[in-house]
Every structure is written in structure tokens, then in C-alpha cells.
């Protein structure tokens, strides 16, 4: 047994014990554990304060990148919007310098409102709502206590988080399996709501009261052949949203981490906060007996390492030495991991009971882990996830929410993973590398957050694709460029290991965290020490670095910064960042880093104030801006890398908005690339070329398509500056909205008309027409259509000499 427990990064916050509907298969209130009856309704100031406090301190010890609390019950919306304030402001303002928060509520959803929502978006909470299906799905259980249907008043809230302003809030819908109901007729059902994620859960049981079966026909894998149901509906559709109990599987069938504490062999680090301060774990285990997620402990006397400690909490991570013998020896046992804890418990013969069993659900994860690989297995391969209809549309007006935007990177970053197994695949297999390679599935399989953190660097692609090019050089880079992600992600997953790392020319790359100078050494160890700090070893030397050392002069962090709403590194470390056509800064000083730091927050609040149906999508999906050399004309310098999802290239500008249109401009390209590698929406084997009314030169279709598409942003941000502008500056501005629109509109006839684009395409292309045809009903003065045209035709002239 490992005598260092793992860090708790998870925390359940209990706002309210109690609830406002009677859900007969509730785990809190329904099942073995009573404790809530002598809970205070209420979490008071005083718990508030001590958990932030607490979750602080635990995740400063522990050097956390990432703490994740849900806002909880009970019904966490009873507790009102004044106490939901206190607790998101005091776990932002604790965290604040420690790491980044991901603060959420989980909701029945029937008290909803345009009040709560508004809340949520000022302090970032993504909102889960509980639904079981259509009417008649939802209606066996989830009822007020009078017998009243709920469903009407969930489906109110689940439409007000669509809603574009809220629609980056809204994190899923949670589903709890009843035989009764139909898998694919509630699989549509919640489909049709087109939530970001669906989370089916199998109704909470011990093999002291095993889950319903139909008595008439019982198979023993009733549950499993109702997911394999609603898999193979999902599949169908293209896999439209996520679905984590079926992507857990298909996650660690490929040797992949779990999304879910319900399969898979990770370590839980999760603790319950209770309204009265209480330390408890988790729920769940409120269905095996009275007392069984008690640990005697609360956060005025206990601290989260203690809890850390419990012995019910370590239990649950030793992986498979934490299983009974049957489980240890099943095929399936790297995806199943034993189940959910809770769903293991058995009262002995003797009247003690335990949790070394297999999952009371047993036979029913077997079936469904043993049907989806064989179904991954066939010739047939799975279809790879595509855009909904809705969400290409989305995305072809111009725009594209949290929920959409998120969907491209999570397909990018499936892209990156791909290119990173094709890399290692064709490396010639050294001692370093494999050691490194070693680290990074490992991290995958008990990280992989922290991994995905590191593979979604814009960066990681350049570097692939020069080794998969080949060469002399190439072999040394990709071992290099593996071990430098499997060094960063152990540091960002807070894991003590070693990782042996080559430099590049004397310099220390970490993709995400950022370089160190080591003179003319030519390898070195990063070792993870699970603390705050890590150590670099280069020969004779020892740095030891961190937030107490980030005055050491070698090393160069990555700066990140934190704005309401959006989190977006600078990036100047990085060396396969020079991608973008344009020079590339050398490291800022710390002068020039706050001027941009300033630069980004004052166009970022501009962004969210004048234009924003654009900010979601830009916060889901930009991640990094890289600084570029300005030139000696002062013009404004920008880029999108067609290689590079989620980062922008900019030169700074003297002014905000101009920042701010710099920044919706370019991400527009970061999005249409994601799409086209999502989707075909024209002939690559045209070959023509053809007009874009804002260059001399005759452009290929993706040329065009690209440059269209980004000036419908352009067109919105000059909509913006007419509108709040004063005298000559809103005049100006007129006289350029009216240019971009009727540039912008042209080229949209032009594409429209090419006959070379798809029907995904022509429906895209359609879209943004009627963003332009929008658009095109705002009155301008005949002065202002005379002066763009002119302004036009002067730019192309000069831009053809």
C-alpha cells in the first residue's frame, strides 16, 4: 500500500440538506443513511469560510493545478442566491493565487431562474441538471411530494441554459437508468436538449438490496444491454455529445484514464463537505449502511490531509490491490476497476459487511465493456464524432457557444493524441523514451486531466508533424518532444517521479509550464516531488523551482492569466510556437508582460460588453496568445496557425479595440480550421481561384472561405464601434462597417456560387449569408456606402502595387 495518499482535488459542497421534491431513488434521503435529518438546513458563513479555507491551504500543500467543487444538497438552489454568492466568492478569492477553480452546482432545476443564471455567469458555474427522459420517463420518479410532475418545470430550465447568453454554463444533464423506460426513447429525449454531456448512472444498490430486474425474465445483465442500447444510438448519431459512462469505457479500452469514479482504476480524491462541516465520503455510500460515508472528522478539527488519510478514502485508491479476488482476475478489470465502492457492499454471514466484492452490477459491466470492444473491434470502424446540424449552423452565422467550441477542442485534442501515438510508433524505441513514454500512459490512466492539460497545447502539433516528416533530426526531436510532455504533465498531475528529459541545445523545454537554461548540459532529470516546487537536475547543478523560485534567472514560466471568465496563457517560451508566419517575440519582460496583461483584460471586457455573442466561444476554445515583433510600419500584426487550435499570434496594438478585434478576428480561423477537420465542406480537388473583394490577388476556396468567415467578425466589430462611438469616430466607423459588410456579403455570393462546395458545406456557407443578410438591414447614409467603396478600391490599389 502506498503510504502517501493521494491530494483530494474534488470536493462535494452541501448547501442545503434539504429538497424540494420527493425522488423515491434518491440516495440521501431514501436509502440506508439517515444522517441528513440532523444536519443544519443551511451551511452556515462560518462552514463556508473554514472550506475555503481549508480547500486552500490543501490544495497549496499538495500544489494543485485544478480543484473541482460541486455546489450540492439536498437542493443547492434552496440555500438561495446570497449564499451561493458567499460560497463562490470566498473559494475564488482562496484560490485565487493557489490554482485554477472549477466551480459548478448540480440542480433538480425546477426553481431555475433568470436570476440564479445570472449568478452563475458572473462566477463562471457550470450548472448539471438532474432529468430521467421524456414525461413519462422522468414522472417515475423525480416528483414533488404531492405526486406533481416536475418535468415541465426542469424543461424551463434546461431552455433558459441554452440560451445564448447562459448556453456556456450549461455542463449536462444527469440520468439515472430505469428498466422501465425505453434506453433509445430516453437517450432522444435527452438528446433532443442537446446538452454538452449526458451522465447515465445505474440506480444506487448493495447486493444487500440489488437494483430492480423484471422478475419475468431476468437475464442478469438487464443494465448493460439498456446502455449497450443507448451506445449504439449515440454511435449512430455520430456521438454528438459526451456520454461518460460510454466514454469511460471506450477511454480505458484504449488504456486511458476513466471520466468516472464508477469504472476505470484511478484514485478517488473526492470528500463531502457537509452543512455542517462534517467530512464525509462519498454519497453514494449513503445506500449501503447507516453511518458508512462518516469519517469522525470536520473542518474546523481536521484537515483535508487527515481526511486524505482516512482509511475509507485510501481504500479507494490502490487500484487493483484494492479489489477482491474475483475482480483481479476478470479480463475486464482495467475498465470496470470493480464498479462504484458503493455497489460492492455485502453484510456477511456473520451480521459485519464489507466492500471486497465484485460490483452488485457485476455481470452487467462485463456484458457491456466485453459488447462495446468487440463492437470497436469490428471492420467497420466507429464513426468519428461529427458536428451536429445544429451545432454546424451555430458555427456558420459566425459564432459558436461554450458548448460547440468545446466540442472542436475535445476533438482536437483526439487529433493530438493521434499524432503523438503515430510519433512514438514511428521512433526507434531508446531507454529515455520508453521510460518517458512509461510516465505519460501511466498519467493517462491516474492523470488524465492533468495529461489532456498538456496535449491540448497548440504547440504539440507543429512538433509532430516535423517528425512525422522525417529526416536526420527527426528521431532525436521526437524523443526529445516526448519526454518534455511526459515531464510536464507529472508535474502538473502533482506526482513524485522522475523523468529523464534531453535539452535542446542546453535549454529545458516543459510544454504549458515553460523553459530553463542549463548551460551546455544535454540531458537532465525533472523530478516531481508532489509539492509545490520540482527539481531540475543538470549535472552538477540543482535547480529547485516554483512559486517561492520564480525569480530564478534561467527559468522562464509560462504566465497565465486570470480574468473573469476566461484563463489565457502568454506564450513566449515555447520554441515550436514560431508557426505563425510572423516573427515571434523573444521572452517579454515582466514590464511588457503586464502591459499585455492589461491589454488582454481591457479588450476581454470590451469583448464580453460589446460583442458578446462572441465571448463564450472565445473562452471555451483561445488559450493562448504568443506575442509577435512589431514591425517598423506600426501596422497591426496578427495570425491564426492553420496547425495550432487554440492559439492567436498578435503584435500588440495601442488600443483595446483594436486588440479586442484582433483577437475575434484570428479566432475565428482557430475555429473554421477545427471545423474542416471535422468536416468537408468543399471539393479539395478544386483547383480555381477566385475573387475576395479585400485582396488584388484571386485566392483558392479555402483562402476564400477562410477570409470570409473571419470578416464576419470584423463586420461585428465595426457594428459595435458605430454604435458607441461619438461624432467623428462613430462616422468612421460607419464608413467601415459598410465596407466589411458589403466585401463580406460578396464573397458569400462568391462561395455560394463556386459549385464546388459540399452539402455540409453549402449549409455553412448558408449560414453565414444570413448573418451577412442580417446585417445588411442596418440604415447607413449615402455618404458612408460612397466613402467604403472608395476606401475599398484605394486598399485594393495600393495593395496590388
Known sequence: ??????????????????????????????????SWRGRPKVI???????????????????????????????????????????????????????????????????????????????????????LDGDRAANDLHRRYRDGGSSHAQVLRAIELLDQERYRHLFAGILCTIDLRNDPVAVYDALADLDPPRIDFLLPHATWDAPPPRPADRPSGTEYGDWLLGVHDRWTA???????????????????????????GLAPVELAVIETDGSLEQADSLKTAYDGAPATGMNLFANSLDEMAAHPGIVARQQGLDGLCDTCRGCPVVRSCGGGLYAHRYRTAPDGSGGFMNP????????????????????????PQPALADVHLAELGSGLGGSGTVTQLARHELTVNREL????????????TGSAAWETLTALDAEAPEALDAVLAHPYLRPWAQRVLRGGAEADRVAVRGVAELSAAALLRAGRTATVTVPTDSGVLRLPTLGTLAVGGVEEVQVVGTGGECFTVRAGRHEYVLGPKHSTQQTWSARRRFEMPGWAVALEDTDPWRDTHGHPVSERLSDTAAE??????????????????????????????????????????????????????????????????CLLVHEFQHVKLGAVLDLTDLYDPSCER?????????????????????????????????????????????????????????????????????????????????????????????????????????????????
Open 420 to 431: 503523438l501515438a503515430a510519433v512514438w510508433h514511428d521512433t526507434p524505441h531508446s531507454a
Open 1 to 34: 500500500m502506498d503510504p502517501s495518499p493521494h491530494p483530494l482535488s474534488q470536493f462535494v459542497l452541501k448547501m442545503h440538506s434539504r429538497c424540494d421534491l420527493a425522488c423515491d431513488h434518491c440516495y440521501v434521503f431514501e436509502h440506508a443513511d439517515q
Open 689 to 801: 481561384l477566385f475573387d475576395a473583394p479585400w485582396r488584388p490577388d484571386p485566392r483558392p476556396l479555402e483562402g476564400l472561405l477562410q477570409g470570409t468567415y473571419a470578416h464576419i467578425a470584423v463586420v461585428d466589430y465595426w457594428r459595435a464601434r458605430r454604435r458607441t462611438g461619438d461624432g467623428a469616430e462613430a462616422g468612421a466607423a460607419e464608413v467601415q462597417f459598410a465596407r466589411w459588410r458589403e466585401q463580406t456579403a460578396r464573397a458569400v455570393d462568391t462561395l455560394a456560387a463556386s459549385n464546388a462546395l459540399t452539402e455540409h458545406g453549402e449549409r455553412f456557407v448558408a449560414a453565414m449569408g444570413e448573418t451577412l443578410a442580417s446585417r445588411l438591414t442596418d440604415p447607413l447614409s449615402s455618404d458612408a456606402l460612397v466613402e467604403a467603396r472608395g476606401t475599398a478600391a484605394d486598399h485594393r490599389r495600393r495593395t496590388a502595387r
Open 595 to 660: 502591459e499585455w496583461r492589461s491589454g488582454l483584460a481591457d479588450a476581454w471586457e470590451w469583448i464580453r460588453r460589446e460583442l458578446p455573442a462572441y465571448a463564450p466561444g472565445l473562452a471555451a476554445g483561445l488559450s493562448v496568445v504568443t506575442p509577435l515583433r512589431q514591425n517598423s510600419s506600426g501596422a497591426d500584426i496578427s495570425s491564426a496557425a492553420r496547425d495550432a487550435f487554440g492559439a492567436v499570434a498578435i503584435a500588440r496594438p495601442v488600443t483595446r479595440e483594436t486588440l479586442a
Open 359 to 382: 460490483s452488485v452490477f457485476c455481470a452487467d459491466l462485463k456484458h457491456l465493456i466485453t459488447a462495446i470492444r468487440d463492437r470497436e473491434g469490428q471492420k467497420t470502424p466507429v
Open 237 to 263: 448519431a455520430g456521438r454528438p455529445m459526451g456520454v461518460r459512462v460510454l466514454d469511460s469505457v471506450l477511454r480505458t479500452l484504449r488504456g486511458s484514464g476513466s471520466l468516472t469514479e464508477s469504472l
Open 44 to 130: 452556515s458563513d462560518a462552514v463556508l469560510d473554514r472550506a475555503a479555507e481549508r480547500v486552500a491551504e490543501h490544495a497549496r500543500t499538495h500544489r494543485l493545478d485544478t480543484v473541482h467543487v460541486v455546489l450540492h444538497g439536498g437542493e443547492p438552489l434552496l440555500a438561495g442566491r446570497a449564499k451561493l454568492r458567499r460560497a463562490a466568492e470566498g473559494l475564488r478569492t482562496a484560490l485565487a493565487d493557489v490554482c485554477a477553480l472549477d466551480l459548478r452546482i448540480h440542480t433538480n432545476g425546477v426553481t431555475l431562474d433568470e436570476k440564479f443564471c445570472a449568478l452563475f455567469a458572473e462566477f463562471d458555474i457550470k450548472v448539471g441538471v438532474s
